[in-house]
């Protein structure tokens, strides 16, 4: 008979209980013989003999790993017993003779436990938690294999052989993705496709669009499964929150996929120069990228939708869509939403998720252990849409509580609350049957929990919830109450799923959160309330210091945040953790110092509702204009020109109401910034008379100096050239007075009006200025924006008297000056003037005849002017690409782009470029004639 011998720390009584009847009885009551030092009275011999006879004599020893049993193995716990002491050197003596090859000793950890309470020297074997996976542990020591193998036939079968990819490296899994239950039914078709996307040089993205439960999930689960020799870099966007509008950061991907693929560089100057990189890791060896639930990262509302909101993720996704087959990169997206950056590329292909066909619906019904005539059960099918996560709920209750009879679905209520749409609708029926069955057990509590969150959680937070006793929610609820639930809702409903690789991490369908987070605000407003504040001390209170450093250590912060709004506790959730610990007042931390323009929008997302038109009416009146301005100013960074529009007129409104006048000058100029780079250049303009008008009310001088240089450069982009030269020269008087040593219009100011004085010829003035700003940006340590915006200048000045005097001095200058610029800008992390500094820079390459740095450059401007609607850049760009088509003689694709710049001349008032454009069109009209 096989022999069992357990090795185990006295923890507690309840925990030397626990061993003994929920190990040792058990084990002999399945026929084992098992020995611990339970049943052993008084010995004759020394227990340390008795420890070493017990361990040599046993087939087995099981290692009840805790946290306790861990220090006392390693020696660590003085003031405890020895026992454990002295059988782990035996144990790691063992191994050690025998060159680490184990017969004998298998971790076994609580169901509470920890895989970190294991000794090293076992982590490299089988380990087993308890009780759930004790049938695994059982069959392994009474050698009762699972499966039984067939004889092996006496001859090899021959299979069809698939185009070899090239050269493949060593593979690596890196999966993120939910794991959801049950069998896989029918997507033939969808098999299909993806089966043969991975020879088609012709596909390198497949997007699947689908409603949430119709099974986008599962499918790529089942089919990765069955291609285990793919290297595959997997993630899914619900893990950060699954609804539409929800402002979600693309940081937590980003950091996964450059940390799993070992990459050299972890910093970047923009968020395309990210996307790229990533995209080029990934294209040093054939894989599957797949991006799941895409939606949180996609622009909802009409007009917009289906948008990419991140530069990195579209510059990645851009990147692989443009790739060549011998670096072939599979990329597959899920979403409920098309990606319309993705439109009419020839490589990317879009499917339409439909719901299971009846006959797939029976047989996951079935499989489930539904019974009935086959008739009955695709008229249940039907009835439930053939929505795959709502006939796999109804499955479950049915066998469940009704013994799998269909017939007896009859008695699942209809909806009380009309909740959901026509598709997550029958699914919110069945989880209504759940709810009312489970009623205040702590099944039913427990799901109002996960309610409380939208992404998967810990059971360490659970577990603190639940010793908070919070009235109606986990009040009366026990520890051994949550771990039978727990467990109940992962074997018996199938309702919950644990992470493969972390399984104190659970899950469940975001449908399932949605619908029990809103039972749970809605009946019970209470104890929704007292939890979300309970997570908002906690999470607080994580953090090693006051102030973190990193995104990583931030992450607690962003949680209490939501949370704190989610309890209506937007002022000191606003004030005491996001101003103070996050933002830290005018630093501007998160974005000046680590570049995570959209992880801080994601945590101002909170304070409003929806995002981005009002803030929470309990915050203070000046924190309301300030996060909208905030809010703005950000969404204008991140190239998000049309939403950072509503957001800055706001916040322009309540400024002008608390008669707050530097404040109203501010974003009164920002605003007249963000027309002109919109093509609005009667908004511009209006703007930047306020912005003046604010600025003289506030009695500031920079402000009144510097928003007259606003209102000038949107006049001179009008042609109003002979008022904006008037206003520069007045601001320049005023800087005269201000500061007499600094006599000289400087910074983003110096950089409008030497524009200006460029367009009017006087290039040896231009440079003279520019060298003096600069030597004076970089003796005060400026920043990155105002030393890049004096050495654009020089660079278009040199550029210019490069052609004008045919100086190859010249020339090189300009061409140092351009690349310094990029860095800068890049470094600085503005794609506003990056734009404008590769549009002249793609001029300087024309006139040198450096035709495909040229296009280069343009095509690089292009992606950024076009995504974030930037018109004026656009008609810069049509000109400049019409100048270049006419210096390669492409006559055709010359007068096409002058068309379009010649419409955008009408459409904005952009009058500045009108002579350009009038001169490029006689040229035009002139080629056409010869």
């Given amino acids: 008979m096989t022999k069992i011998f357990i090795s185990y720390s006295w923890d507690s009584p309840e ?166 239950k049950g069998n896989f039914f029918g997507r033939v078709e969808e098999l299909a496709l993806l089966d043969n996307a991975l020879t088609d040089t012709d596909t390198f993205i497949i997007q699947f669009i689908a409603a949430g439960g119709t099974g986008k999930t599962k499918l790529l689960h089942y089919w990765l499964d069955q291609h285990t020799e793919l290297s595959v870099l997997a993630w899914s966007f619900y893990s950060q929150g699954a609804s539409e509008d929800k402002q979600v950061s693309s940081s937590p991907f980003f950091d996964f996929a450059l940390e799993q693929l070992n990459a050299e560089q972890r910093t970047f100057n923009s968020d395309e120069d990210k996307g790229d990189y990533l995209a080029k890791l990934l294209k040093t060896q054939p894989c599957v990228l797949v991006l799941d639930g895409l939606e949180p990262l996609q622009h909802a509302t009409k007009g917009m939708r289906g948008e990419l909101k991140h530069k990195d993720i579209r510059a990645l996704l851009r990147s692989l869509a443009s790739q060549t087959p011998d670096s072939k990169v599979l990329c597959i997206i899920t979403s409920r939403l098309a990606v319309q950056d993705l439109d009419g590329r020839s490589h990317v292909k879009t499917k339409d998720l439909h719901n299971l066909i009846t006959a797939d619906g029976v047989r996951l019904l079935q499989d489930l252990g539904v019974t009935g005539q086959k008739h009955e059960l695709a008229k249940a099918v039907e009835e439930y849409g053939n929505h795959a996560l709502a006939l796999s709920l109804l499955g479950n209750i049915l066998v469940y509580q009704y013994d799998g009879l269909v017939t007896q679905r009859e008695q699942i209520a209809e909806l009380i609350e009309e909740d959901g749409d026509s598709t997550s609708r029958h699914a919110f029926k069945v989880m209504q049957a759940y709810a009312h069955s489970f009623g205040e057990n702590a099944e039913g509590r427990l799901l109002n929990l996960l309610g409380l969150f939208d992404h998967p959680i810990d059971k360490t937070v659970l577990r603190w919830l639940r010793e908070q006793q919070i009235a109606d929610l986990t009040a009366g609820m026990n520890e051994r109450e949550f771990n039978r639930a727990v467990q109940s809702l992962i074997k018996d409903h199938h309702l919950l799923s644990q992470q493969e690789n972390t399984p104190e991490v659970i899950d469940c369908h975001p449908l399932l959160r949605e619908y029990f987070g809103k039972q749970l605000q809605t009946h019970c407003p209470s104890a929704w309330q007292q939890a979300h504040e309970c997570l908002y001390h906690y999470y607080q209170t994580l953090p090693k210091q006051p102030q973190p450093d990193t995104l990583a250590e931030m992450q607690p912060l962003f949680a209490a945040v939501a949370h704190g709004c989610a309890a209506g506790l937007y002022k000191p959730a606003y004030i005491d953790v996001y101003d103070s610990r996050i933002r830290r007042g005018n630093e501007d931390f998160l974005t000046r110092k680590l570049g995570a323009f959209s992880d801080d929008l994601a945590v101002l997302a909170h304070f409003f509702s929806p995002p981005w038109s009002q803030p929470a009416a309990s915050l203070a009146d000046r924190d309301k204009a300030v996060a909208l301005g905030i809010v703005g100013f950000y969404l204008r960074a991140l190239g998000r020109l049309r939403e950072a529009l509503p957001a800055m007129q706001a916040s322009l409104t309540m400024h002008i109401e608390q008669k707050n006048w530097q404040e109203a000058a501010l974003t009164a100029s920002n605003l007249s910034e963000l027309a002109l780079l919109l093509g609005e250049l ?99 340590n400026a920043g990155l924006l105002n030393i890049a915006l004096d050495k654009l200048t020089l660079a278009n000045a040199y550029s210019q008297r490069a052609v004008r005097d045919h100086k190859l001095n010249d020339q090189q200058t300009a061409a140092d000056f351009f690349q310094q610029a990029i860095a800068g800008l890049e470094a600085a992390g503005r794609q506003d003037w990056l734009t404008r500094v590769l549009l002249d820079r793609a001029a300087f390459y024309r006139q040198s005849q450096q035709y495909d740095k040229a296009q280069q450059d343009l095509n690089r401007a292009f992606d950024i002017a076009d995504y974030s609607g930037m018109r004026l850049y656009l008609c810069d760009y049509h000109l400049e690409a019409a100048r270049l088509a006419l210096a390669q003689h492409e006559h055709a694709s010359a007068t096409q782009h002058h068309t379009k710049a010649e419409a955008l001349i009408k459409a904005t008032g952009y009058h500045r470029r009108l002579a350009n454009c009038q001169e490029l069109g006689r040229c035009l009209t002139k080629l056409s004639k010869t």
């Fill in 15 to 180: 925990h030397k209980d626990w061993v003994f009847f929920e190990i040792a009885e058990k084990l002999r009551d399945d026929g084992l013989e098992c020995v611990s030092d339970h049943d052993v009275g008084f010995q004759e011999q020394r227990w340390t003999n008795w420890m070493e006879d017990q361990i040599e004599e046993a087939d087995f020893v099981l290692v009840v790993c805790t946290e306790i049993y861990l220090k006392r193995y390693r020696g660590k716990d003085t003031d405890g017993g020895r026992g454990v002491t002295y059988e782990g050197a035996i144990i790691s003596q063992t191994l050690y003779d025998a060159h680490c090859r184990n017969k004998k000793f298998i971790a076994v950890i609580p169901e509470a436990g920890s895989f970190d309470n294991v000794p090293s020297i076992l982590k490299g074997y089988n380990i087993y938690q308890l009780p759930q996976q004790y049938d695994d542990l059982f069959r392994i020591i009474s050698k009762q294999p699972e499966y039984e193998s067939s004889p092996v036939s006496p001859s090899i079968k021959t299979l069809p052989v698939k185009k070899k990819l090239n050269n493949p490296a060593p593979t690596f899994r890196h999966n993120r993705l939910t794991n959801p």
């Fill in 682 to 780: 009667t908004q511009a303009i209006d703007y930047g008379k306020q912005a003046v008008s604010y600025a003289d009310d506030s009695k500031n001088e920079f402000l009144r100096m510097g928003f007259r240089t606003t209102l000038a450069d949107a006049l001179a982009q009008s042609g109003e050239l002979a008022q904006a030269l008037a206003l520069f020269k007045e601001a320049e008087q005023l800087q005269q007075q201000r500061q007499p040593y600094y006599p000289l219009l400087y910074s983003l100011q110096g950089f409008r009006y030497c524009q200006l004085l460029l367009a009017s010829g006087e290039l040896d003035t231009v440079i003279q200025r520019a060298e003096q700003t600069l030597v004076w940006s970089k003796e005060a």
